[in-house]
């Protein structure tokens, strides 16, 4: 991607079974648990959803969405995670996580091969069932709706967007599998009709559509008054713009302190709280920042990184810093899988930066 490599064969990533299923699928389990029990919370509570930058206009719609339960399809936890210590949640990509295509069946395709070649034992295997998972949910979220057999599913995502456009394609790929039309419209292109119904290029109304565009931007465009009274179903659904959101981190710490699986976190303007926490070192992330943009790390006062980009307006977080493992010289991060509220595998990125960005490599991983 853009003159660097992306997809690295050059190295793999080996786990015993008793790293996969305790030291990573459990935690991922419990945390995603946690995490909607900060849902409940957020969404019954004004003072919450205020923190969480939610627009006002959206309180009503965001704690309805929950109260429905509007399926969900899929969430990435990042996890710091060395091999021995306890995984460590950085954040969790709930509405519009990435690196999909290449999780669930490039690195599928390359355990397979190098199986059948030779170059790894019969008895490797790979924790991920993310593509059955996903066509499994895709005909269940269906069912949700109760969407007739000929019903079609929008999927759209940002022009100019390659990595973007290839997880959707992915997705379209297993709702075929799941033997549902769909059809494919840029953000861009999306249409409103006078009777406020959302539509793509050819007028065709939106009758469901999964989104690779986040919540948070959407709730603040000229369009974001039709969202209220189009009768579009959306995957992600609104109650993603609660989990999806970094202030998520510091009501995590509230409500389970010095859980072994979370670093400590505050909002920005909790300074009491930052200077009794026994942390020298802080990582400042706003709340809606994407791709690593944006993120400060902090030591005693001084500046110690700081990535740029367009986000922090919205307000901030603090996180304890905590090194990510280096392999070879090679910052490395653990993104665990969920589809439908079950762990569903792992993806590994690294980078020779201690931030993870949308650059970073992606290594596939085997279990021995």
Not at 142 to 171: I, N, W
Not at 267 to 282: L, R, Y
Request: with cysteine; glycine share 4%; aromatic share 12%.
């Amino acid at each position: 991607m853009h003159g660097e490599p992306y997809w690295d064969e050059t190295a793999y990533y080996q786990f015993t079974l008793t790293q996969i299923e305790q030291h990573l699928e459990d935690p991922t389990a419990e945390l995603h648990a946690m995490c909607l029990d900060a849902v409940e919370q957020v969404v019954n509570s004004e003072e919450l959803l205020a923190k969480f930058k939610i627009p006002p206009a959206f309180w009503d719609s965001v704690h309805r969405s929950w109260q429905q339960r509007e399926p969900s399809l899929y969430s990435r936890l990042d996890l710091i995670y060395d091999g021995a210590s306890p995984a460590k949640l950085l954040e969790n990509n709930a509405d519009t996580p990435t690196s999909l295509y290449e999780s669930g069946f490039w690195q599928w395709l390359w355990l397979e091969d190098n199986v059948n070649n030779g170059r790894l034992s019969r008895a490797a295997d790979q924790f991920n069932s993310l593509q059955e998972k996903l066509i499994n949910r895709f005909a269940e979220i269906r069912q949700y709706y109760q969407m007739p057999s000929d019903a079609q599913m929008h999927f759209s995502c940002c022009k100019d967007t390659d990595e973007d456009r290839g997880t959707v394609q992915y997705l379209q790929d297993c709702a075929s599998e799941a033997h549902i039309n769909n059809g494919f419209v840029y953000i861009e292109d999306i249409g409103i009709a006078d009777t406020g119904v959302f539509t793509d290029l050819n007028d065709e109304p939106l009758q469901w559509c999964f989104k690779l565009y986040p919540w948070e931007f959407m709730l603040r465009e000229s369009f974001s008054d039709a969202l209220l009274t189009s009768p579009t179903q959306w995957v992600e659904p609104l109650w993603k713009s609660v989990l999806s959101n970094k202030a998520l981190l510091p009501l995590l710490w509230k409500m389970f302190p010095s859980h072994p699986n979370l670093l400590p976190a505050f909002f920005a303007d909790e300074t009491h709280k930052i200077s009794q926490a026994d942390v020298k070192k802080w990582v400042y992330k706003p709340l809606f920042s994407r791709e690593g943009a944006n993120i400060r790390v902090v030591e005693n006062g001084q500046t110690l990184l700081d990535t740029g980009g367009p986000y922090g307006e919205e307000g901030s977080i603090v996180q304890a810093f905590h090194q990510l493992p280096k392999f070879e010289q090679n910052y490395t991060l653990i993104g665990s899988w969920l589809v439908d509220d079950q762990p569903a595998g792992i993806s590994i990125r690294e980078d020779h930066s201690a931030v993870t960005e949308d650059l970073s490599r992606y290594l596939p991983h085997v279990i021995l």
